[in-house]
């Protein structure tokens, strides 16, 4: 697909091309605008699918005032899913507290076999979760168990939790059901369903009791009843006759599911007029206890799969320890409870008739899960090995029946706890990338971009990631990926060194000149070491100054720093009287040394003239012309630095030349690099600093 890109950053206009099925590398010098091609195209992709404005996120500031300049990408219509590799990614997914990478579970062990397999396993136990499913009164009565349960409070060795609903509502006694002596007026108001709302606005008005005689709501005088209206706030509390309330009603309900002993006894416990005694206290923790526990196996028959299977040796076994005995709750011996009961036990005999088929589910799901753990962590292992790095990691069980991956130190057993505060940025970024692999696999997106994700890593740790990425069986080969990168090396590896080893990539170089974006297709046969480079460009119909620039470099990559080096160097600094550094001190050629490294010079460029070509250098006017020809960053790069190597410069100048000649003296080791004269390796906007000065030359 051909995608256009206008009015997106530093890009006014652009064209790249990404193949289907195949990695595609972007390879590019800083600033050239990856990252904007990143963004681009995921804003179009997301204002595509949610009617959103993300590519105005990207208009240039040059262009904002201009409402004809809009962000506009073409050319992506395709593309329905998009999935990128950047920082936002890993601060977003990596490194979460309690696991490596967020859903991990969903990545690395769920899948369409294991879904199928949990499917199978749910469809033979499903005849427990309808049978239950189909009475409603189970439903309500596991709720109003667990309400009941919740009013003891928390758990005590005797006694009930002072703080509970039950010992707050009934501590002192019912007095809803027994109103103390000169209440009996407001009986139609203690005993109303809502009463503690009408308790609750009668203690808001016992403010404003003092401010006269007359009653704060009718004006008639109760000079005589102010005490009495006071001894309502006294004796009750809204709060407490709420819990009250919701405990006899709970108690209703769930009547018919009491023995009627029980029965009796409760009613007589919430009806005291004294509150409880010791005796009835253990008696209701007893009926407590009980409810607790039948419920305990209706909530279990309703959550029986295989998260409550797996670690069961027997399934027959197991499930026949999912029937109730009625016989043991005799505090819910009812007609009512054994007919709930009966539901359970009936469909859990059902279940046991596939009991065989069912562990042989279980069986087959455990084994799935152990195969994919296995695989995974090898894989993710072997390339830390690779890498040299001293971690492993594991797909651990979470005790809900999911994983989540630990990160483990090799010398140590326990898992790492807040790994990214003890990774180095290297390693958090190699574990992050490769983990967005595997999140990346799973969410088969219609395009994968890598946004520079391996240049700050040394070779080594670059080709393990290469080679995991690219190369593995469980990788990108095959998908549509979008490199972006300003590091040479994936390049030569896969185009040049290793091409048995990894698929073809489509790689181009892009060019970022004035903000119009293009790019060119590297061959195998771009990829050169420099003396390739040199041996061709000494060739080529250019300048001879310009050829030089290049035989330098040659001896420099060959460290061939000797009497030919020392003459190059001194015509580029426009020495008339010849030096070079003898054992670390400064002195003067001899003729011999200077004949001779002429002689060496020649032997690569016979028309070599020291005199005439020294005359050049020192003419500004001759340089200038020079300079203005060269149609080769690069070389006009260089012909740059001989031009201002004598001359005084303002502060400004000084930084401008610090950064030309660090940043872009192309001075690395790489061993294989792309032809200057063909690539611009040099960006435009370097020699348009360069100009400003060669132009103001006189």
């Not at 005589?224 to 709970?250: A, F």
């Not at 005799?330 to 009512?336: D, E, G, T």
């Not at 152990?370 to 390339?383: D, G, T, Y």
């Amino acid at each position: 697909m051909i995608i256009d890109i206008l009015n997106c950053n530093n890009i006014d206009q652009g064209t790249v091309e990404i193949k289907d099925g195949l990695l595609n590398i972007k390879y590019a010098i800083n600033g050239t605008g990856k990252s904007t091609i990143s963004k681009a195209i995921c804003a179009a992709v997301s204002d595509k699918k949610n009617g959103g404005n993300e590519l105005l996120k990207l208009k240039p500031f040059k262009h904002l005032i201009d409402e004809t300049k809009k962000p506009t990408v073409n050319g992506a219509d395709s593309i329905a899913s998009v999935k990128v590799f950047d920082e936002s990614y890993i601060s977003e997914f990596v490194f979460q507290t309690d696991d490596l990478l967020k859903g991990s579970f969903d990545i690395f062990i769920r899948n369409d076999k294991y879904d199928e397999g949990l499917k199978e396993i749910e469809q033979r136990v499903d005849t427990i979760k309808k049978m239950l499913a189909a009475d409603q009164e189970i439903t309500a009565l596991i709720a109003d168990f667990n309400e009941l349960s919740s009013n003891f409070g928390k758990p005590t060795k005797t006694g009930i939790h002072g703080s509970s609903n039950v010992a707050k509502a009934l501590k002192g006694g019912n007095k809803m059901q027994h109103i103390p002596l000169g209440l009996e007026g407001y009986k139609s108001y203690i005993q109303h369903p809502e009463n503690y709302k009408w308790m609750q606005w009668q203690i808001d008005g016992k403010s404003y009791l003092d401010v006269s005689t007359d009653c704060p709501y009718c004006t008639n005088d109760i000079q005589d009843k102010k005490e009495t209206i006071k001894k309502v706030s006294e004796v009750y509390e809204p709060k407490n006759i709420q819990n009250l309330n919701k405990l006899v009603s709970v108690f209703k309900r769930l009547s018919n599911y009491f023995s009627d002993d029980t029965k009796n006894k409760i009613n007589e416990f919430v009806a005291n007029v004294d509150g409880y005694s010791d005796d009835q206290v253990e008696y209701f923790r007893e009926v407590n206890n009980q409810i607790g526990l039948l419920n305990g196996k209706f909530l279990k028959a309703q959550q029986l799969g295989f998260l409550s299977l797996k670690d069961v040796d027997k399934v027959m076994d197991e499930l026949k320890g999912y029937k109730i005995d009625i016989g043991l709750y005799h505090h819910l011996n009812s007609k009512v409870t054994k007919e709930k009961v009966d539901i359970v036990n009936n469909a859990i005999d059902e279940v046991l008739k596939e009991a065989g088929e069912l562990q042989g589910c279980i069986n087959k799901q455990k084994a799935l899960i152990e195969k994919l753990v296995k695989e995974n962590c090898l894989q993710i292992n072997a390339f830390l090995r690779n890498a040299g790095y001293r971690y492993n990691v594991n797909l651990v069980e979470d005790g809900q029946g999911k994983h989540k991956l630990k990160l483990i130190h090799l010398d140590a057993t326990a898992d790492v706890g807040e790994a990214k505060s003890h990774l180095s940025f290297g390693e958090r970024n190699a574990f992050a990338l490769v983990l967005f692999m595997f999140d990346a696999l799973k969410a088969s997106p219609d395009l994968i971009i890598l946004d520079d994700p391996i240049s700050s890593f040394d070779k080594n740790k670059k080709y393990a990631i290469v080679d995991m990425l690219f190369r593995a069986n469980n990788s990108f080969r095959g998908k549509t990926v979008l490199l972006l990168t300003h590091d040479f090396d994936p390049v030569v590896d896969m185009i040049y060194q290793h091409t048995d080893r990894f698929e073809k990539p489509f790689a181009t170089f892009i060019e970022n000149n004035k903000s119009v974006l293009s790019e060119k297709e590297i061959a195998k046969t771009d990829v050169k070491s420099f003396i390739d480079i040199h041996l061709e460009n000494l060739n080529l119909p250019i300048g001879e100054l310009n050829k030089l620039v290049y035989l330098r470099r040659y001896y420099e990559v060959t460290n061939n720093k000797k009497l030919e080096f020392a003459v190059l160097s001194n015509l580029f600094h426009k020495r008339s009287q010849l030096t070079l550094h003898d054992s670390g001190v400064l002195r003067e050629m001899t003729p011999e040394e200077i004949n001779s490294g002429i002689d060496g010079i020649k032997e690569k460029l016979l028309t070599f003239d020291y005199p005439a070509l020294l005359n050049l250098t020192v003419d500004d006017a001759a340089m200038k012309s020079l300079y203005e020809a060269t149609t080769n960053n690069y070389e006009k790069l260089h012909i740059y630095r001989i031009i201002f190597d004598d001359k005084e410069l303002d502060i400004e100048s000084l930084v401008i030349q610090k950064f030309i000649n660090e940043a872009f003296h192309i001075e690395n080791n790489s061993i294989y690099q792309l032809n200057p004269t063909k690539f611009p390796v040099v960006p435009q906007y370097v020699i348009d600093e360069c100009d400003k000065f060669v132009n103001a030359l006189s």
